[in-house]
């Protein structure tokens, strides 16, 4: 059966999730999570991409990450994965695959999901039930985005940005968002149009999205929204 084609977007945030295969750990020792992370920056650099939010789990990655144009998410993710997977298998003796096929992905509508992604996105270790507060975890861009640690590897989206006229407002404006979950129906959708590739959004979004790549997505559900500038590739 042929692998499922899928769109990328220049200037339109991507939810990633890439797993372990079988679910197995990916990260052995923090100079594994260490390792990642510079080689997510250096690619994210190379490719323009920004990333906004990040968390690494044991056995997963989340990522939120603007591309600049449409073929910067790929060659970001095969970038890191060309030095990860050697790395791993050379430090641990291993062989074989590390990922469980490709990374899932899906286009995220800034104005209604952006800041819900970043919530479900650093609220991962919480849900996980290893730590009790986000700040807890080292792995996560949390600290960056709600402290104000120094993160070099990350880049603002405009609606972070927006939270405050001053870094302290925006960090305080953030902190507040965690006060409340992430809602089941929200999870819900986030999880499920990243499993699928499928856009989330309003039907707005979606109907841009479809015109572009000429095919339909599916059953929609929501408001219309604003439209947006759209470069896709497919691959």
């Given at each position: 059966?042929?692998?499922?084609?899928?769109?990328?977007?220049?200037?339109?945030?991507?939810?990633?999730?890439?797993?372990?295969?079988?679910?197995?750990?990916?990260?052995?020792?923090?100079?594994?999570?260490?390792?990642y992370l510079s080689r997510l920056k250096?690619?994210?650099?190379?490719?323009?991409?920004?990333?906004?939010?990040?968390?690494?789990?044991?056995?997963?990655?989340?990522?939120?990450?603007?591309?600049?144009?449409?073929?910067?998410?790929?060659?970001?993710?095969?970038?890191?994965?060309?030095?990860?997977?050697?790395?791993?298998?050379?430090?641990?003796?291993?062989?074989?695959?590390?990922?469980?096929?490709?990374?899932k992905s899906s286009l995220i509508d800034?104005?209604?999901?952006?800041?819900?992604?970043?919530?479900?996105?650093?609220?991962?270790?919480?849900?996980?039930?290893?730590?009790?507060?986000?700040?807890?975890?080292?792995?996560?861009?949390?600290?960056?985005?709600?402290?104000?640690?120094?993160?070099?590897?990350?880049?603002?989206?405009?609606?972070?940005?927006?939270?405050?006229?001053?870094?302290?407002?925006?960090?305080?404006?953030?902190?507040?968002?965690?006060?409340?979950?992430?809602?089941?129906?929200?999870?819900?959708?986030?999880?499920?149009?990243?499993?699928?590739?499928?856009?989330?959004?309003?039907?707005?979004?979606?109907?841009?999205?479809?015109?572009?790549?000429?095919?339909?997505?599916?059953?929609?559900?929501?408001?219309?929204?604003?439209?947006?500038?759209?470069?896709?590739?497919?691959?």
């Open positions: 059966m042929p692998r499922k084609r899928r769109f990328y977007v220049g200037g339109i945030p991507v939810h990633i999730i890439q797993r372990g295969n079988n679910r197995q750990p990916i990260f052995f020792d923090e100079s594994d999570d260490r390792y250096e690619a994210a650099e190379k490719y323009g991409c920004a990333i906004h939010a990040y968390v690494l789990m044991t056995n997963h990655v989340h990522l939120l990450v603007t591309a600049e144009d449409e073929f910067g998410v790929s060659r970001m993710m095969q970038s890191v994965g060309r030095y990860y997977v050697p790395y791993i298998n050379q430090t641990y003796g291993r062989t074989g695959t590390l990922w469980e096929g490709r990374f800034s104005a209604e999901y952006l800041l819900a992604c970043h919530r479900y996105i650093e609220l991962n270790p919480v849900r996980a039930l290893m730590v009790e507060q986000p700040e807890e975890y080292v792995w996560s861009s949390y600290a960056a985005n709600g402290l104000g640690k120094v993160d070099g590897m990350l880049k603002r989206h405009e609606l972070y940005v927006a939270l405050g006229d001053t870094v302290a407002e925006r960090q305080q404006a953030y902190r507040e968002l965690f006060k409340t979950c992430v809602d089941d129906e929200q999870v819900k959708k986030i999880r499920s149009s990243c499993q699928t590739g499928t856009p989330l959004g309003n039907d707005r979004f979606r109907e841009l999205i479809e015109e572009v790549v000429r095919r339909n997505l599916g059953n929609k559900k929501g408001s219309q929204g604003e439209p947006f500038k759209i470069v896709v590739s497919l691959n």
